[in-house]
């Protein structure tokens, strides 16, 4: 084995100066859009108050009358990583994966570039459909969602992560996935609904 000083000492050199460029290099590159805590506990306080104020498909109470609805809220990062998540009381305990796939679908298949919804699956996965058989897919993040309550979320036009609403019906679901996504709305340019020229849909 060559253990020639010279040789070391001129590898390691090489070595630090290629680790020194490469921290130069990260120093210059733009800091990647993300949520903040502020951002994520506004996201869920919104989606929280327009559940109260939304009337349930389906729930009543002993006289019948009809009541708020009541969900689970969760939000992802661009990643797909849980980040926060509002559960109100007697909520569905089944919708809380469906909430959290919703949101783990929107932020899957949007981009900085395009924006979907999980009701923007639906016509788009059914049989002929340019992303029929799409649901087979991602069984390990727990499956995707085809139905509306999953929105992505964008800060200064990128995608930051997303929210999905569950425990209702789906078109109250998405109301309040909509409230909740209030200041942080994908670019219209960029929406499904927009690019297709209304073909496919964002939102009902």
């Given at each position: 084995m060559n253990r020639n000083p010279r040789v070391i000492r001129t590898v390691l050199a090489a070595v630090v100066l290629a680790s020194a460029a490469g921290?130069?290099?990260?120093?210059?590159?733009?800091?990647?859009?993300?949520?903040?805590?502020?951002?994520?506990?506004?996201?869920?306080?919104?989606?929280?108050?327009?559940?109260?104020?939304?009337?349930?498909?389906?729930?009543v109470n002993a006289e019948g009358k009809k009541q708020p609805t009541r969900m689970h809220i969760i939000v992802v990062d661009r990643g797909g990583r849980v980040v926060g998540q509002r559960s109100m009381a007697d909520a569905w305990v089944g919708s809380i994966a469906i909430a959290r796939s919703?949101?783990?679908?929107?932020?899957?298949?949007?981009?900085?570039?395009?924006?979907?919804?999980?009701?923007?699956?639906?016509?788009?996965?059914?049989?002929?459909?340019?992303?029929w058989n799409i649901g087979n897919s991602n069984l390990a993040e727990g499956g995707l969602i085809e139905f509306p309550g999953g929105m992505p979320?964008?800060?200064?036009?990128?995608?930051?992560?997303?929210?999905?609403?569950?425990?209702?019906?789906?078109?109250?679901?998405?109301?309040?996935?909509?409230?909740?996504?209030?200041?942080?709305?994908?670019?219209?340019?960029?929406?499904?609904?927009?690019?297709?020229n209304n073909g496919v849909p964002y939102t009902k």
């Amino acid at each position: 084995m060559n253990r020639n000083p010279r040789v070391i000492r001129t590898v390691l050199a090489a070595v630090v100066l290629a680790s020194a460029a490469g921290l130069i290099v990260a120093a210059t590159l733009p800091a990647a859009a993300a949520l903040g805590a502020d951002d994520i506990t506004k996201i869920l306080d919104q989606a929280e108050q327009a559940a109260k104020k939304e009337e349930s498909l389906l729930r009543v109470n002993a006289e019948g009358k009809k009541q708020p609805t009541r969900m689970h809220i969760i939000v992802v990062d661009r990643g797909g990583r849980v980040v926060g998540q509002r559960s109100m009381a007697d909520a569905w305990v089944g919708s809380i994966a469906i909430a959290r796939s919703k949101a783990y679908t929107a932020v899957a298949f949007s981009s900085n570039e395009n924006a979907l919804t999980t009701r923007t699956l639906g016509p788009l996965t059914q049989p002929g459909g340019p992303l029929w058989n799409i649901g087979n897919s991602n069984l390990a993040e727990g499956g995707l969602i085809e139905f509306p309550g999953g929105m992505p979320l964008y800060h200064n036009g990128e995608l930051v992560g997303a929210i999905g609403v569950s425990g209702d019906g789906v078109d109250q679901d998405e109301k309040v996935a909509e409230a909740g996504a209030k200041g942080f709305e994908a670019p219209k340019a960029i929406r499904v609904d927009t690019v297709t020229n209304n073909g496919v849909p964002y939102t009902k």
